[in-house]
């Protein structure tokens, strides 16, 4: 409607007048082709529909919230704070046609996002999940990619040179390199230089951090872990990062992670429900 009032308040173009028997060779007399209008208008129609979508998934998320016991039952399970009976009830409520993940800011109540949609780019599937309140993480093979809405956003996180296969550091240390801008502080192109390594299960217990307790059942089993030290080219360090990876919904994926985006913002991450397959 918008475009509508705009086109109408718009005048067009006068255009010269030709003498007669001359050819107007600044002004054919051809239209424009549909084809133009069909490029400057399917990317707007699919952003158009990538935002309906995401407006039913909060809208979905609303409704939940006046539920009453639904939704209690939610936020229990998001907690951890329900016995194994109670678990499995609140586990029902959870529409499986969604993929969840829960996420723990450090001092903060967890939330649960849902997978709005998976992005491409050179590198690989990138994910990006939705809260109900609107915060968006960006992550690929389990790292984040970008974020919006948290106290610390990251934006255009770009690779260098791109990490290896989580299998590959088993066998032995790698490095990678990225850039990145940072808000609100306002930091752009920031380079960071990353070493990925694994790591051994009797090393958990000096983390500084609490590992979920689905996992700290299997320390020595189906679950492989890996550090990331972070050295940015400023001098400046971020706390390192951790990751689990393990088999999920079929598929090698990273189940958990503590990934910061300051010093004082890190987030903790699990793919939810948990599952009991191991690699």
């Not at 960071?192 to 958990?204: D, F, H, I, K, Y």
Request: glycine share 6%; with cysteine; net charge positive.
């Amino acid at each position: 409607m918008l475009l509508l009032q705009l086109r109408a308040k718009t005048k067009p173009p006068q255009v010269p007048q030709v003498p007669q028997g001359q050819t107007n060779q600044v002004y054919p007399a051809k239209a424009p082709s549909g084809a133009f209008f069909l490029l400057f208008l399917f990317p707007l129609m699919q952003l158009l529909f990538r935002c309906l979508g995401m407006c039913a998934i909060l809208l979905v998320a609303g409704c939940a919230s006046r539920q009453g016991p639904e939704m209690q039952s939610l936020v229990s399970l998001v907690r951890g704070d329900l016995n194994t009976q109670q678990l499995g009830e609140a586990l029902k409520n959870l529409n499986p046609a969604f993929r969840y993940m829960r996420v723990e800011l450090d001092g903060a109540a967890p939330a649960l996002m849902v997978l709005g949609y998976i992005d491409q780019d050179r590198h690989g599937a990138v994910e990006v999940w939705y809260s109900a309140l609107g915060e968006i993480i960006r992550t690929q093979n389990g790292r984040i990619m970008g974020t919006v809405g948290l106290p610390v956003d990251w934006r255009a996180l770009t690779y260098l040179n791109p990490p290896i296969a989580w299998t590959d550091a088993m066998a032995a240390p790698a490095t990678y390199q990225r850039a990145r801008d940072e808000l609100p502080s306002y930091r752009f192109g920031v380079q960071e230089r990353v070493t990925l390594s694994a790591m051994s299960p009797s090393s958990l217990s000096s983390l500084s951090f609490e590992i979920p307790v689905t996992l700290r059942r299997e320390w020595s089993t189906g679950v492989r872990w890996f550090r990331e030290q972070v050295d940015a080219a400023d001098g400046s360090h971020l706390p390192d990062a951790v990751f689990a990876v393990a088999r999920y919904r079929g598929q090698a994926a990273v189940v958990f992670s503590r990934q910061c985006l300051s010093h004082k913002v890190c987030l903790r991450m699990q793919l939810w429900p948990p599952q009991e397959e191991s690699l």
